[in-house]
């Protein structure tokens, strides 16, 4: 019992570093000013990155789309790029892909500078800026409104104003249908990707990252499969165009916009190292042994680390332990 105390108080510990990790380690710039460069992704998306995860921003005719916040820090250089991109255009709705800071920090100011759409009999009845609505899965609403270990609970005009908690949610906005599509157990419990319908594009959050091994937060409800389940998942929506490149386009938690043949690659390293990763704990060996045999060897030049946030060894530990290991 006091090796399973130990053992759960570890891993407590370990994600609660990663989460800390995250925030310090895409803050950009100097002084705490990150520089958020833009990336257009079609006509009337962007891709902006510096700020923490990436954040995406669809502008049009009635406002603002962003999925994603950002870092804290990050949220005043974020929201001045997207008026200039958007010529200052209303945020009408803010997306939250999943509950880590480096991708919710900036709810608070972004609620707060944004002004929602009302209509109807409610119309006449509200005065001054009633802010941006923020929509997420509820898991990520139920995590962000209490504390966890070190980390308080969010402050109430940085949590999500609309919830859903089936497979998938909607919205309708700047002419096109906006899907969200929850992916469970995968990154964390409360993923959610955001596809564009009409612009072709798909804003993944940390289902798929392009910079290194996926970041399983098994802590926060984290697996192995359900990545690949995620993965998998923007497969289905992607659509290739000649010789199987561009077409869709896939915007990722962390790294370079992709398309569906970027997918596919990552998507079959991690179903590979998954594979042996479980056909070794069928044989019987240990954590350490199943490390010390390198199942991620032939991918340790392209996503591998041995420092850092999220290393090589850390993503292993959590493949096995998602997999049934103790």
């Not at 105390?5 to 990790?21: D, E, T, Y």
């Amino acid at each position: 019992m006091a090796i399973c105390s130990l053992h759960r108080l570890r891993v407590a510990l370990s994600a609660a570093a990663v989460v800390v990790a995250i925030v310090a380690g895409n803050a950009q710039g100097q002084g705490g000013a990150p520089t958020v460069r833009a990336v257009k992704v079609q006509p009337n998306v962007y891709m902006l990155a510096g700020a923490g995860g990436n954040v995406t921003v669809q502008i049009g005719d009635d406002g603002v789309l962003v999925v994603d916040t950002g870092l804290a820090q990050g949220a005043d250089a974020l929201l001045a790029e997207i008026a200039r991109l958007s010529g200052n255009k209303p945020i009408r709705y803010v997306v939250n892909t999943h509950v880590h800071p480096d991708h919710v920090g900036g709810n608070e100011k972004f609620r707060r500078a944004g002004r929602a759409i009302v209509a109807g009999n409610v119309a006449q009845d509200v005065a001054g800026n009633n802010g941006a609505e923020i929509l997420a899965h509820e898991n990520v609403m139920s995590r962000m409104s209490k504390a966890e270990g070190n980390t308080p609970a969010a402050p109430g005009a940085a949590l999500p104003t609309d919830t859903f908690f089936g497979n998938q949610d909607e919205v309708s906005f700047n002419g096109e249908a906006v899907q969200l599509i929850h992916v469970p157990a995968a990154h964390t419990d409360g993923d959610v990707m955001v596809f564009f319908r009409k612009s072709d594009v798909i804003a993944t959050g940390d289902l798929y990252v392009n910079t290194g091994y996926p970041v399983i937060d098994t802590a926060r409800g984290g697996t192995i499969n359900g990545i690949l389940a995620g993965l998998n998942r923007i497969l289905d929506v992607t659509v290739p165009r000649d010789k199987q490149e561009g077409g869709t386009m896939v915007i990722p938690g962390h790294g370079r916009v992709a398309d569906e043949a970027d997918v596919v690659e990552y998507r079959d390293m991690v179903t590979i190292i998954r594979d042996r990763v479980q056909e070794m704990m069928k044989k019987g060996m240990t954590l350490q042994q199943i490390k010390a045999a390198g199942p991620t060897s032939d991918y340790d030049g392209r996503y591998g680390a041995t420092s850092g946030f999220w290393t090589t060894d850390m993503f292993v530990e959590a493949a096995y332990r998602t997999l049934g290991g103790k």
